[in-house]
């Protein structure tokens, strides 16, 4: 089937999200943030902004999140994850990019410091991969695993569908 030039010009709308999986630098625990008004905690990052890479978006809503400058590039893509549109729920169809990267002290040490300052969001705390299902929305439990299992061997990135392995 041919497409025609206004599938290019007139995309049908999308999300794109970029998110950080940061790792504590002496272990496996993961950086993650209060989410404000849930019940879970969540992954630095966010939703882009229009003409923004995902890249991009994560190295600005990190800084602006926890103080800290990392550069996200393509080396640190650990997942991304496809959404299918919900119409039930009105939610759009939409991209996680999931980048992972292993924090130094210094970095680590300016998170915390950040948060001091900044408490929105409030609050972060490191998290044991053991004790992520407890306080983790299901879909971002998949997305941390992949990218840890991602970091651990730095193998190509996954490709989830709607939280899950593609098959």
């Not at 970095?107 to 948060?115: G, I, N, P």
Request: glycine share 8%; net charge positive.
């Amino acid at each position: 089937m041919t497409r025609g030039r206004t599938s290019l010009t007139s995309p049908p709308p999308r999300r794109i999200a970029g998110q950080a999986v940061l790792v504590h630098p002496d272990d496996e625990r993961v950086l993650l943030l209060d989410a404000a008004g849930g019940p879970y905690r969540r992954l630095p990052g966010g939703q882009a902004g229009q003409d923004e890479p995902a890249h991009r978006t994560v190295r600005r809503l990190v800084a602006a999140q926890l103080g800290i400058a990392l550069p996200f590039t393509g080396a640190d893509l650990a997942a991304v994850d496809y959404s299918p549109a919900a119409p039930s729920t009105g939610s759009r169809e939409g991209y996680a990019f999931v980048f992972a990267v292993r924090l130094t002290h210094d970095q680590a040490a300016r998170t915390a410091q950040a948060q001091a300052r900044n408490p929105d969001p409030p609050g972060s705390g490191w998290t044991t991969p053991e004790k992520l299902s407890a306080v983790c929305a299901h879909r971002d439990l998949l997305r941390i695993s992949e990218a840890l299992a991602w970091y651990a061997v730095q193998g190509s990135a996954a490709l989830l569908v709607d939280g899950a392995l593609a098959a």
